[in-house]
């Protein structure tokens, strides 16, 4: 099984890459080395994080790393990163908007 980063993740992942570098740009870079790691070993165990009580979909699961929350679905063949953000944001009703 693979890890797929959808168009909007990878835009979230770059978002979030450069917000830390304002910072700490030597930071920055290994935060998402961090996050690309825990996808691959989630498409190896892609059960590992929870259901998302929101969505209420076996399919649509997270983990934490840090204070993000990192969402994906789980696909026959692959899990698909559907987004990265902050803990504390809330997520939008509709899965659609994440």
């Known amino acids: 099984m693979t890890a797929y980063w959808t168009i909007k993740a990878r835009h979230r992942l770059q978002q979030l890459h450069d917000h830390i570098a304002e910072d700490q740009p030597e930071n920055a870079q290994r935060f998402v080395d961090r ?3 825990r996808a691959d070993a989630l498409a190896e165990y ?3 994080g929870r259901v998302v009580e929101q969505y209420q979909r076996d399919d649509i699961r997270e983990v934490y790393e840090g204070r993000y929350r990192m969402i994906y679905r789980v696909l026959p063949d692959r899990i698909d990163i559907l987004t990265v953000r902050h ?5 939008p009703q509709r899965l659609s908007n994440l």
Request: hydrophobic residues 45%.
């Open 35 to 37: 996050l690309t790691r």
């Open 46 to 48: 892609p059960l590992t």
């Open 87 to 91: 803990g504390a944001r809330l997520l």
